[in-house]
């Protein structure tokens, strides 16, 4: 609902506009990083994920970065389009045998404006 | 093919009662996972099944919360005796085979809310 705006970070931008979105790990161990989109009513969905012996990944539009340096990654995307409006969050694994124990940032709601 | 299911899409329930929610994972995927969300929060995870191991219930916030695995497919997630705090957006993913680097597909998830 909209009170989630209330407590999430949030990015406007244009139709058109590039966009970067910041996340701050906290686990040095971590060596599994994911960034997923979630619309409203819906479940997270994947986007694009990095491992921690890279430092950049490219996909379709998107492109992530790890900085294991100061644990933080970010999400950039090129042309960002009014579908593109969603929360994303940043998730971690920090290995072991459970691969889908991820831990998940709180979000950033993107809104783009036509 | 059809994604995760879960069911029901909503569920409203007493204080104190208990409730079942249900996951359908992707056919063939062996690795389940339950997540919470709440409002304006990130997901938080609770249980992880793959295959015939021992699942890592570590993630369970009390012994109120359950889950099972039926024939390695259909999970139930049951949280006794409810309460107001339990409220929240119950997520269910499964992935290929529980490995690094897979992909977790989610469900659209049960909306809890505990009055």
């Known amino acids: 609902g909209e009170s989630v705006g209330l407590h999430l970070p949030t990015l406007s931008v244009q139709e058109g506009d590039n966009s970067i979105i910041n996340c701050a790990y906290s686990?040095?161990?971590?060596?599994?990083f994911i960034w997923y989109k979630q619309e409203s009513g819906k479940g997270p969905q994947f986007i694009i994920d990095i491992r921690s012996n890279m430092d950049k990944r490219q996909g379709q539009r998107v492109t992530v970065l790890l900085n294991k340096t100061v644990k933080h990654l970010s999400l950039q995307i090129a042309a960002t389009q009014p579908g593109d409006s969603a929360v994303y969050f940043c998730a971690e694994n920090a290995g072991g045998t459970s691969y889908g124990k991820l831990t998940f940032g709180q979000g950033t709601i993107l809104t783009v404006h036509p | 093919g059809a994604g995760v299911s879960q069911s029901p899409s909503n569920k409203v329930t007493e204080k104190g009662k208990d409730v079942e929610l249900r996951c359908d994972p992707i056919s063939g995927h062996t690795a389940l996972y339950w997540y919470r969300q709440s409002l304006g929060q990130g997901l938080e995870f609770l249980i992880y099944f793959q295959g015939n191991s021992a699942p890592d219930k570590s993630g369970l916030p009390s012994d109120r919360f359950s889950a099972e695995r039926t024939g390695g497919s259909v999970s139930t997630l049951t949280i006794q005796r409810t309460q107001q705090e339990d409220s929240a957006v119950y997520l269910c993913?499964?992935?290929?085979?529980?490995?690094?680097?897979?992909?977790?597909?989610f469900g659209s998830g049960t909306q809890l809310s505990v009055l």
């Open positions: 686990n040095s161990a971590s060596d599994y």
């Open positions: 993913a499964s992935s290929l085979g529980g490995t690094v680097g897979e992909k977790l597909f």
